[in-house]
T-cell receptor
Framework: GAGVSQSPSNKVTEKGKDVELRCDPI?????LYWYRQRLGQGLEFLIY????????KSGLPSDRFSAERTGESVSTLTIQRTQQEDSAVYLC??????????????FGAGTRLSVL | AQRVTQPEKLLSVFKGAPVELKCNYS??????LFWYVQYSRQRLQLLLR??SRESIKGFTADLNKGETSFHLKKPFAQEEDSAMYYC?????????????FGQGTILTVHP
């Protein structure tokens, strides 16, 4: 079946502009995660959603970052007033509801954001 | 705060040689450790998790709580093992949970 889908695959923007990144998780996956990967570094956790629970926003680096999720489907990560240090690959992942596999995260291909 | 350290950014071996990718973690709670792999032009995907105690593609990893390590090993490396490998730690004690990743190790297996 289809995997985690992210759009756009690449985004170039000017400093100060707002951007929206989209993630479509695997159908039926109840948990959804956002990570950021800066050049030459590991993945940094940003936020995660699980069912109707309040999202874990502990990784968001500033109040310019926000994310929403509609039910158990699409999520949008919004970065306001982008800065050059926001340039990175933004990865989305989702996890299934089955107890035995909830700890497995399935990743999308990512959105490469470049802030000029 | 939790932390994952992969001391080697680059690791090169020849085909048929043993390979060990090192991973150390720091976490005060009960850790759950994973290895994720990203092959060229592919997505990041799970390789193995410590709770499964499986061997995947010939790789194994043992959680050593005394040494706070979760090293990935394979006795005979193959060219197709060339990839970026990330060690990751899940915290929170629930089935779901965010991952803390190491910075990754690029493994190159030469013919």
């Amino acid at each position: 079946g289809a995997g985690v889908s992210q759009s756009p695959s690449n985004k170039v923007t000017e400093k100060g502009k707002d951007v929206e990144l989209r993630c479509d998780p695997i159908s039926g996956h109840t948990a959804l995660y956002w990570y950021r990967q800066r050049l030459g570094q590991g993945l940094e956790f940003l936020i995660y959603f699980q069912g109707n629970s309040a999202p874990d926003k502990s990784g968001l680096p500033s109040d310019r970052f926000s994310a929403e999720r509609t039910g158990e489907s699409v999520s949008t990560l919004t970065i306001q007033r982008t800065q050059q240090e926001d340039s990175a690959v933004y990865l989305c992942a989702s996890s299934p509801w089955m107890e035995s596999q909830r700890d497995i995260q399935y990743f999308g291909a990512g959105t490469r954001l470049s802030v000029l | 705060a939790q932390r994952v350290t992969q001391p080697e950014k680059l690791l090169s071996v020849f085909k048929g040689a043993p390979v060990e990718l090192k991973c150390n973690y720091s976490y005060s709670g009960s850790p759950e450790l994973f290895w994720y792999v990203q092959y060229s032009r592919q997505r990041l995907q799970l390789l193995l998790r410590h709770i499964s105690r499986e061997s995947i593609k010939g790789f194994t990893a043992d959680l050593n709580k005394g040494e706070t390590s979760f090293h990935l090993k394979k006795p005979f490396a193959q060219e197709e093992d060339s990839a970026m490998y990330y060690c990751a730690l899940k915290t929170g004690g629930t089935s779901y949970g965010k991952l803390t990743f190491g910075q990754g190790t690029i493994l190159t297996v030469h013919p």
